[in-house]
């Protein structure tokens, strides 16, 4: 999967993360299996501009109707409009595609799932229960005709088909094309982080949709670059905005266990500024590739393996939870690009040159920035 942007991310530029070790690819994909889609939509100038898309997270590459993973939600601040979290809530695990996009094609997106779910099992609804689309969304009126609803079945089906493990593209792609953050430019991140092999050496990946924040907010590595950026080059408004984020492991945990671990990404947001303000809508998907749950079984009882939660290994994936978070929305940050969309209005990128002079005047850990 091609990158979408050249610009560098958080960590290559020279920004200082201390803690746990990430993946081979600091990426969500770094969880074995899971695959990530994008469907990116950039049409005309103008009022009827387009500037949205569709990105799919896929748990495995086998038919997850059949083969449910276990998973959990959380809702940080709940001014928003996701599909699918109720059922989840309720039975704890996750049996479609998550996909997320932007506020008002939910149900078109929604819609196209059930359809992509029915042609590959077709007792859906007859012979067997229905199914539970999960659908995840931010704003992203600003740049984008949002009225237009322009994400349809065909590139909700493409984002899911085309879905791959490996490099993930982040910045102005898929759900992220259209989407601000901290008054610039904000889109796709991802990051990971490994767990140390005496606490079982689980991974744990991170992807946002960073779409939140106000300017002076936003602190990287700690330092409060936005304070210093605040006129550059004028801020243009935003709103409070939202942040859809995806969280997988491959530890072993209970629908309970995840829902204490997507607790925790709040804290990684609090380290970039986020104060999840009454106007955002900040959700947390999260899921467990450790053991499938088979949706045709016989069985009378299901042996399930977790964590024992009286030791340190689940501190440590609460850590790396924190870490990933943070880094997957300062990735999303660095890598989008300045981007012209309805009517003409501008979301600037992160000016680089900026925040390596503030990161290294204020910050004495950014010898990489010397």
Not at 104 to 109: D, E, R, T
């Amino acid at each position: 999967m091609k990158t979408a942007s050249s610009r560098p991310r958080a960590r290559e530029f020279g920004v200082p993360f201390r803690g746990l070790s990430p993946g081979p690819l600091n990426a969500i994909t770094d969880v074995s299996g899971v695959r990530v889609g994008h469907t990116t939509l950039i049409e005309g100038p103008g009022p009827q501009a387009v500037r949205t898309g569709v990105t799919a997270v896929l748990p495995h590459g086998d038919d997850i109707f059949r083969e449910k993973v276990i998973g959990a939600v959380h809702t940080i601040n709940g001014f928003g409009k996701p599909l699918g979290f109720e059922q989840v809530r309720e039975l704890g695990v996750i049996e479609s595609p998550i996909c997320l996009t932007n506020t008002l094609n939910v149900g078109l997106v929604a819609d196209a799932l059930v359809s992509w779910a029915l042609r590959r099992n077709p007792d859906i609804g007859v012979r067997t229960s229905t199914m539970n689309p999960l659908v995840g969304e931010c704003n992203d009126g600003y740049l984008n005709d949002i009225q237009g609803r322009h994400v349809r079945a065909e590139h909700v089906w493409a984002a899911i088909d085309g879905a791959q493990g490996g490099l993930v593209a982040e910045g102005n792609v898929g759900a992220g094309t259209g989407m601000s953050a901290f008054g610039f430019k904000g889109g796709v991140g991802t990051a990971s982080r490994v767990v140390p092999e005496r606490y079982g050496g689980f991974t744990v990946g991170v992807l946002v949709v960073a779409n939140f924040g106000y300017r002076e907010q936003l602190l990287i590595g700690g330092v409060p670059v936005g304070r210093e950026l605040v006129d550059w080059p004028g801020e243009e408004p935003q709103g409070e905005g939202s942040i859809m984020i995806v969280l997988a492991t491959d530890a072993p945990l209970t629908s309970r266990q995840l829902s204490r671990v997507a607790r925790r990404t709040a804290h990684g947001l609090a380290r970039t500024g986020s104060t999840a303000t009454n106007g955002s809508g900040d959700f947390t998907i999260a899921f467990s590739t450790a053991q499938r749950v088979p949706h045709y079984s016989h069985t009378l009882v299901r042996q399930v393996h977790c964590l024992a939660e009286n030791g340190p290994a689940i501190n440590a994936l609460f850590q790396a939870t924190v870490e990933a978070t943070e880094e997957a929305v300062l990735n999303a940050l660095f890598r989008a690009e300045t981007m012209t969309g309805r009517g003409g209005h501008v979301r600037h990128a992160l000016p680089l040159d900026q925040v390596a002079e503030i990161l290294t005047r204020r910050n004495p850990f950014s010898e990489a920035l010397r």
